[in-house]
């Protein structure tokens, strides 16, 4: 392999330090001159009919500036899925979930604001409601969208093969469903934004906590009625997203319309209540699973029926079922496979993103029925993993191009660290082990484009600046970026820095952080602009040496000829080289990556959606107590093909904070509403996430496939370390105990109501 | 002339909105997470030796963080002239000057801050002082600095031809004495920074009002002991500057010490009595003037003795002195020219700089001096000038290289328009009119270099943005700048934004705004930016059309073939053609301007300092109260050569500001301190500034004499507008009741004594 000066090293992240020192400016610490303060008037009815909305109480409060409901505006239609557009910023016809925004005051502080939420009068008339998918569906139930028929909002199917002949061919057929609920980023940093509108110039400066700025803009210009060349978005340091802070969303929205209303700045933070209870979060998902194999364990047919609640509106449901559709199918090579997904509206808070997406509903249920499966064949699961494992070269049935793919030695790697021979079938009483695997893409051309750009400017005294439009929540983007760079100018990290602050008014265009796209997209950006300063300063070098720049290299801060090493000059006097030469300054590299992928065909999810996928298996090891209920995760190995280590370090950390997500995914976390479709957590003392003190043991393994197109081979892996965890939990858990539970999450009293039924089952 | 389609329109400045609707983020808005407020502790005596500093009370005060003296940190010396470094960051062996820094105080808050600054116990052995420049001049006066004997910090002597020789040669023979006070910026905004200093990465982030920043990165880093490159310098936007926000000034080295000491951020803002009495301000100027002519008002020999007051240190003196070399001999041709420059310490306040600098001081002697040798030889002063005026082509005693000179048409025009002819010698008793004439360089190679930098990005949704590192401080050259781009690109101004935030972490180098640069080296590079984004799009549009690029045009949103306009694409096609064919997206301009100048030779002041020179001149009418002795200027006329007038809006406020400026020099402005040495006016009711009562009718010319370097032909006229009202008025008052007032300002006090005097001298 390629020896590296700064790739593969160990770095601490760039903005580490300003981080734990405090001294990184967040979204909720900007104040501008003049500015009033938002709050969103929201329903308190999960499904009803606005009668009237009476203001004037409200708009007569001391200190209050002004109050907007959908009549000030033009409400526009939006969404997530175009032509899939079915809500409006404000219900005004309807609500259709508790939450709903309703109207928005600005007042000269927040506690006026709240004051003049109470003011305001809504006559609202009630309507039957529903919660939950299948009851959704089923005939007589309440509408939720007088359009969608049985409250089916969106379909998608996809078929490979015939899958009913399969079945007919197979040996044995295994059915399961599964079931996951909505859970919530609960991000440190709750949603906020600040904006800020010229009234003369026509101008809308928006100060957003988003992950997504220049892609996002067309649908924020089209709400809120004002060009998007009319506006300026502004991101300031964000206290973590775990992907539930893509889209510029309802708080950059009433802060618009606020500040387009009254002319000033106008801020909104969330409340942490409003975070919890009105969040668009992971969506509620059932998964029929029906597998059919051969009896040496060979895979002839494999069936995903997918019932997605959505919520009220479809928001990002559409996009989840798509993306599931590639990663059902991911793993194995299968001859017949097909897709069912169907998204259904309720009368729940709509869905968004979170790290990972519905993708770790999806493995969790698929599986852990691949490991009954394979225990019902009397196979070891790993075997029966490796025995269908795609490979390198394969295309899925979605039509996934692996052009690398270190499956089957993340399999092979976990099963020797995490001791799977040595251990399975072999752990004392109540201890167990399992093993899952999962699959994920690198980005994907999600608004027509994939695109990144990087530009790296070198200044009269020799500083390297690199601009960049990324979003690092501190999943460590602007670290990985800063590397590429300083490898390909021979540089070292600290030589080099980039911009905090995230402004459309001088950052060059940029798709931001979502589908774990950063490291493919944002570093072959990188690599580009780093090559692009390197060719220009070796043209000047060249010339000055009497050689011909194919000959040279930048190295330890020297620009030199390979052959003849002590041949060379430093940077510092290449970059002034070139600036006496009289070219122009500063010297600018430009970078520019829009990967050659495929648009998704919207109809069956089919497409080489992504340049690079990732892989990973985890094995945990789990032991139960029986009398509580309560898991206890002990250790959990993992072993991810992230094509090239960039950085050990952020990998390790990656890594560690996936297998958290995916602990809470598995034992703990859930939103749950009562009867009247109210959230019932509200707090962090409510909803459980997983501390450290539930965290296990973490060893994780790095299987290097050097991706031909990643940035000197890597790949993303942000999303694929999180995915198998909960599987792979379950599976322990069944091994310890010999209990399933199909709806997570696994919580004590569902383990001990398990080991009863089991209990009976073997009285009976 | 060319036609244009932006250049020459009366434009409204591009921030002026944001500005009078109070959304601009001024310095003092800044606040940082967990920041500190510091306040600075000053001598209370002239001239002292420090015994003892005692901290320790105050650091024990609650809420104090940190305190820092001259025992913290290395004490550098630092000057603005290189060689010349005669001060410390804190006064540690002696103090020099009330007001001059001992120590500063962080706190929680700045009531605390200030409350610890009483608890500072320093023991001073008081000295005797010294604070005018003659009586510091002579043998057994206070030393000021052991090492400059007399009190004489630096010389500057410039001799061309023999003048002893020309004023034996001469008919006539005239000598005076002026004399001018220090005066003070009194800017709106008192100056603020605000300095976080990061302990474990070693850098410094220091947000700060100062209009130079790039240039003067190595000496603030020397004197706080950080590599530049270690420097991150963030410029909001600033509430005027007029010449005196320069570099970054001691609030930003005390508030840089105590982060650098206490690691977190901490702010300083000046009280406006601190801005009056310890801001760096215009130096007291005494200027002896002789002067040598023929009958016929041939000039044959001009000296001057320039003895300035540099106060305690020498600052930015030498650097008045020097220009001044080259602004004595500016305006007339004359073979045997003199200038012997003395800076002089006292115990007063260092100067620095203030718009026109000492200019204006040496520019009212000047003219009143040449009123009164005029009248002494029966001749029209206009006539006199007329005959002596330097022209185009000229190259003036210090070596000014005048490749356009519009002072001809300027004396000509004002005289016209003002009606010199007309009302000379014909008003009413007690009205008269003056005539006064100026010249100035339009920038200067300062720290070695006179560069600017302007980048124009234009993104995939065809917007354009530019990025420029100039300081706006009302004079306008944002709106130069964008106008400079949207002439080159065919766009309007409507179509381009401009950085707001001057950051080094983005912004290219730039050397500020200060010696009325702006407009020739900021839009040179403006230009050339423009041009560069004009060639790219060409090569796309010219393939496209099938004819080369310098067939092509841009203009009205369109780019087309010259002689066929109906053949071309518009702008935003022309930028889709150009993504679409695979060049480098964002579409880079770089302009890159460093005019082909001279430094200055140290030792005479002579060099072609300037790519380009304006001039102007005045007329000013006047009526003198002899009851009270107030003088009220009824209406000024000026005419200033500037080259090309790119924007008359902009021009006009600039020249109406200028005068009123020229106006308090005149009559009313005036540091001025007890016996003691302490400045007397501390608050905006006792520093005399002009107001709009006093302000004169104004008439402003344009005379446009197309320069060869300067954009469209348009050089600076920030400085030169403001250089002649002061003797214009003198004059004027001459004119009218036959008295001359020889030192500055013409308070009633003084119109009064003087025409007692006369009186007097008539009665005897």
Known sequence: MKEYSVIGKPIPQVDSIVKVTGRLKYITDIVLPGMFHGKILRSP????????????????????????????????????????????????????HCGEEVAAVAAIDEATAEEALDLIKVEYEEFPAVFEIEEAMKPGAPLVHDHAKNNIGYEIHHSVGDVDQGFKKADYIREDRFETPMATAAAPGPRCAVADYDPVNGTLTLYTDANIIYSALPVFARIIGISEKKLRVI?????????????????????????????????????????????????????????????????????????????????????????????FDMLFRCPNVKFDGYVVYTNTIPSAALRGLTNRALNFGQN?????????????????????????????????????????????????????????????????????????????????SDLSTVLVEVDDLGCVKVISGRSDFGQGPSTMIVMCVAEELGLSVEDITINELIDTQFVPWECGNYGSRGTVQQGNAAIAAGQDVKRQLFEVVAEKLGTTPDQLEAKDKRIFIKDSPDKGVSFLWAVK????????????????????????????????????????????????????????????????????????????????????????????????????????????????????????????????????????????????????????????????????????????????????????????
């Open 235 to 327: 991101k300031p340091a964000v206290a973590c997203a775990f992907g539930a802070k893509g889209r510029m969303n309802e708080v950059g929205i009433y802060a618009a319309f606020l500040s387009l209303k009254c002319g000033r700045p106008v801020r909104i933070e969330r409340t942490r209540e409003e975070e919890f209870a009105n969040i668009r979060s992971v969506e509620p998902l059932i998964a029929y699973f029906k597998t059919g194999v051969k009896k040496d364990g060979t895979l002839v047919a494999m069936h995903c029926r997918h019932l997605s609640n959505s919520g009220a509106y479809l928001d990002f449901s559409p996009w989840d079922a798509r993306q599931n559709v590639g990663v």
């Open 577 to 764: 080289d070139y600036r006496d030469s009289g070219r122009p300054m500063p010297l600018i590299g430009r970078g520019y990556y829009e990967p050659p992928t495929e648009d998704m065909d919207t109809k069956t999810g089919e497409g080489n959606v992504s340049i690079a996928y990732g892989f990973g298996a985890q094995v945990a090891e789990v032991e139960v107590d029986t009398e509580t209920g309560k898991v206890a995760v002990l250790r959990v190995t993992s072993a991810n093909d992230c094509g090239k280590a960039l950085n050990p370090l952020i990998l390790n950390s990656e890594s560690e904070g996936g297998i958290s997500m995916g602990l809470g995914t598995a034992l703990f976390e859930e939103i749950s509403y009562d009867e009247k479709g109210r959230v019932l957590e509200t707090s962090f003392s409510d909803y459980r996430l997983p501390s450290v003190w539930q965290q296990p043991e973490v060893k994780t393994i790095w299987v290097e496939t050097v991706d031909p197109h990643g940035p000197y081979g890597a790949k993303g892996i942000t999303e694929v370390v999180s995915l198998p965890t909960a599987a792979a939990i379950a599976n322990a858990i069944y091994d310890a105990i010999g209990v399933r539970i199909r709806k997570l999450p696994m919580l004590p009293w569902k383990i001990l109501d398990a080991l009863r039924e089991e209990k009976s089952k073997i009285k009976a």
């Open 45 to 96: 009815y999960a499904h009803a009919r606005i009668i009237k909305i009476d203001t004037s109480k409200a708009e007569r409060l001391p200190g209050v500036i002004t109050v907007v409901t959908s009549r000030d505006f033009p409400m526009v239609k939006s969404g997530r899925a175009l032509g899939l557009e079915d809500e409006y910023p404000f219900g005004f016809d309807k609500v259709r």
């Open 368 to 448: 852990s029925h691949l490991d009954m499966l394979a225990r019902d064949l009397g196979m070891d699961v790993v075997d029966f993993y490796l025995k269908n494992a795609h490979q390198k070269g394969d295309v899925t049935a979605s039509k996934y191009k692996l052009d690398s793919c270190g499956l089957i030695e993340c399999i092979q790697e976990v099963a020797k660290t995490g001791a799977w021979e040595e251990k399975r079938g072999k752990l004392p009483a109540r201890r167990g082990i399992g093993f899952a695997a999962a699959g994920h893409t690198c980005g994907f051309r999600a608004y027509g």
